[in-house]
């Protein structure tokens, strides 16, 4: 885990997000990865909870190939990988600059009303054993995310516990933390209702 000096803002790694690729007309999830950094759990696990949580997410699949992402980020930071891999047919994935622009506008307004209430607070819940239990709630948030995607926003959801943990350790904020395991259990209860009604 990286010491508390290397924090950022959600504005700071949403700017790596959207400057990624350097102006070409499609971005790579490679060129994403690369702008963020390889070797920090928080901000890669923060790119695709952010992503399904922007417009991007009405693209059909989105919230599909994100959870196949933080599955494979989660299982690598049980493992104890510092850095962190994908295969090549994600990696090669691309999004239009345009799609990324409109998606870009909307993490900006997010992050500048995010970026006030976040502070360093509660540490103990981000550094191990708790951050362990952390890429185990995101694991399992990733296997339900793609039976999700057949209930409208429910996602959005899952998307927000994501993006909530990333940025937890981002930003070293247990308390977004806490918010996150309430947000997967919400996750947890709209799966199971999904599947009484259905």
């Not at 504005?11 to 963020?36: C, F, H, L, P, Y």
């Not at 923060?46 to 989105?62: C, D, E, K, W």
């Not at 992050?111 to 185990?136: E, G, N, Q």
């Not at 977004?176 to 997967?184: G, K, N």
Request: charged residues 15%; glycine residues 8%; contains cysteine.
């Amino acid at each position: 885990m990286a010491q508390q000096d290397d924090a950022k803002s959600l504005s700071e790694v949403v700017d790596e997000i959207t400057s990624a690729g350097e102006r070409k007309e499609q971005i790579s999830v490679e060129e994403i990865m690369n702008a963020v950094g390889r070797r920090s759990f928080g901000p890669l696990l923060l790119v695709p909870g952010l992503i399904v949580l922007s417009p991007l997410s009405g693209v059909p699949g989105v919230p599909t190939l994100g959870g196949i992402v933080i599955f494979l980020f989660s299982v690598q930071m049980l493992l104890g990988r510092e850095y962190f891999w994908l295969p090549a047919f994600i990696l090669r994935r691309q999004v239009s600059r345009d799609r990324m622009a409109k998606a870009g506008r909307f993490l900006a307004w997010l992050a500048r009303w995010a970026d006030k209430v976040i502070k360093p607070r509660l540490l103990f819940l981000l550094h191990k054993p708790a951050s362990h239990v952390v890429a185990v709630a995101c694991t399992l948030i990733a296997v339900i995310m793609p039976p999700l995607e057949l209930i409208p926003f429910a996602n959005v959801v899952t998307a927000s516990a994501i993006s909530a943990f990333g940025l937890a350790l981002v930003a070293y904020d247990g308390v977004l933390a806490v918010l996150a395991f309430l947000l997967t259990g919400v996750s947890f209860y709209l799966l199971v209702s999904g599947l009484l009604l259905s």
